[in-house]
């Protein structure tokens, strides 16, 4: 839930408990929208009983109160906390058979959990150091990920005191003896065992909107090989003519994965900043039909080269040799522009200069920065259509954009979705 509200994960990890305390039996027949349609009405039946569990969630900086007015106001979220509450419980011992254990009635050595900020006073929890030993491994990897949600994209786990226990352990380790050496198969052997005994589940939340899913992901290996296997390469947008102030085209370039062209890499320069100084974010963003329509994204022009080196090391290369160039002409032009609009340390623009200011501004992002990359990946595109065994490489590229951005490396841990 990268994008979703704080408090929606703080929900969900408070339902959680719930359903741990009353058991699976009460839920199953209890935690049903017809019954229970708004979370008012729920915590009539349940508001002794979300008072203890809430002691059994580690939700920094959400406070009880925080969730509970979330959910009265966002009742679409309170559905969504229910229902994957009881998929949840439905289906848990299909992840481990050890999990067994929060079927039954009372709350078990089980905390729900999610990170946040670091505050002073506050001793970290089991999510903040399984974030830890991420940056320790990502340091010694030569930072392999560009953030953890690329490793495991988990919202909230489920800790037992074992598994507190053994993190806190391994993060000694990995700050002592291990400093340097540490990496992510240690860290993915330490998770994964305790996901096998039942002891930590990590937890990506979707919003539920129909019924819910529960979906491991790099649990079995050979899975995820088959389902990037299908993925094809069905085109790409047209390139072949540049950005013009007269003849202004769309500033992205995409890459198409599916017949109907509604699956896509999207890769797009995005120019704002609000200090009107340059920004290199270059996105490449994964659009899916279903899911809300967004299925990840990467940024950068360095972390974007990383990736498509993985199949050509040239035409790496290449982009981001385009991109500098272009980047350089943006900043000089940008410098001019700021200039003319008499932008200082401090300026905020109002209407109508601030729309006409994000105008020119996108159009020198079109000129210099798109005019730069899309030609060049549009032509290597193109001329690897002309053959079955160079049109392989154009299918590899997209593959190994899903492969990272919905955290299924090789390298990366295993979570479960619940969407």
Known sequence: ?????KEAEAAQ????AVADMIG?????KEFVLSKLPNFKLFKEYYGKTIDEAYKGTDTPQITKDQIEKFLIEKEGWYESSLKTAVKLMDEITTISSKFSKIKAPKLQDIVYVRGAAKQKGRKSNAMENISALFDIANKNEKQYFGDINKWSPADIYFVSTKAEKEILNQLNLAMGELNKSYGFVDLNSITSKLIDSGDLLPLSLKKVLDDAKIVKVNFLRSKEEEYFSKIEYYGVSDWSKKYTK?????????????????????????????TYGTNKAVKCEIEVTGAGGRGGS???IELISKIISKVDKQFANEIKRAFDSGFKKYTLELQKMNKEYQIKSGTKLQSPAKEAYDNDRATLSGLYVANAIMPVIYKWFKNNENNNASLALNRKVVQKFIEYTSSRTIKSGKFVIAK
Not at 1 to 5: F, I, V, Y
């Open 246 to 274: 007269d003849k202004p085209i769309t500033r992205d370039i995409k890459i198409y994965f599916s017949k109907d062209k509604k699956d896509k890499l999207k890769i797009r320069h995005d120019a704002y900043s609000k």
């Open 24 to 28: 699976y039996s009460k839920v199953k």
């Open 1 to 5: 839930m990268a994008d979703s509200p």
């Open 13 to 16: 990890a408070l339902f959680c």
């Open 298 to 300: 990467v940024v950068g």
